[in-house]
């Protein structure tokens, strides 16, 4: 007899995990301030298993990821880099935790969050 035996059966992942993967590993990237809010032109449809949160929208579809991240990111940062970081570390995020395929990681950067001049009050 062979000691790996495979008990029939389905894994399921709730799309909160897949939600709750992408918000921490985004926060986690050097530059990213805080999410966004999904802009409110965006509908949501639970046929095609969609999902929104606070600066995330996430589809899946035959297995896939397809996901929409909304940010806010530091004013000292090279916009475009952060952004390619974002996807890369998102990607491999879902992909060594739960080993879906990405489709697509769009990463929208909605404002740029500037320091509070203390100083200007201080010359008054």
Same mark, same amino acid.
């Given at each position: 007899?062979? /000691?790996?035996?495979v008990t029939p059966g389905k894994t399921t992942i709730s799309i909160d995990v897949i939600l709750t993967i992408t918000r921490l590993t985004t926060?986690? +990237?050097?530059?990213?301030? *805080?999410? %966004? *809010? +999904?802009? %409110?032109?965006?509908?949501?449809?639970?046929?095609?298993?969609?999902?929104?949160?606070?600066?995330?929208? $996430?589809?899946? +579809?035959? /297995?896939?990821?397809?996901? /929409?991240?909304?940010?806010?990111?530091?004013?000292?940062?090279?916009?475009?880099?952060? !952004?390619?970081?974002? *996807?890369?570390?998102?990607?491999?995020?879902?992909? /060594?935790?739960? !080993?879906? *395929?990405? !489709?697509?990681?769009?990463?929208? $950067?909605?404002?740029?969050?500037?320091?509070?001049?203390?100083?200007?009050?201080?010359?008054?």
């Amino acid at each position: 007899m062979s /000691d790996k035996s495979v008990t029939p059966g389905k894994t399921t992942i709730s799309i909160d995990v897949i939600l709750t993967i992408t918000r921490l590993t985004t926060l986690d +990237v050097h530059g990213v301030n *805080q999410m %966004s *809010q +999904v802009p %409110s032109r965006r509908f949501r449809t639970m046929l095609l298993h969609r999902q929104e949160e606070d600066g995330l929208h $996430v589809e899946v +579809v035959d /297995d896939v990821v397809y996901t /929409d991240i909304y940010v806010i990111l530091d004013s000292d940062v090279n916009i475009r880099e952060v !952004g390619r970081n974002i *996807q890369s570390a998102v990607s491999r995020a879902i992909t /060594d935790m739960i !080993g879906m *395929q990405v !489709g697509v990681i769009n990463v929208h $950067v909605e404002d740029i969050a500037y320091p509070v001049a203390t100083e200007v009050a201080e010359t008054i």
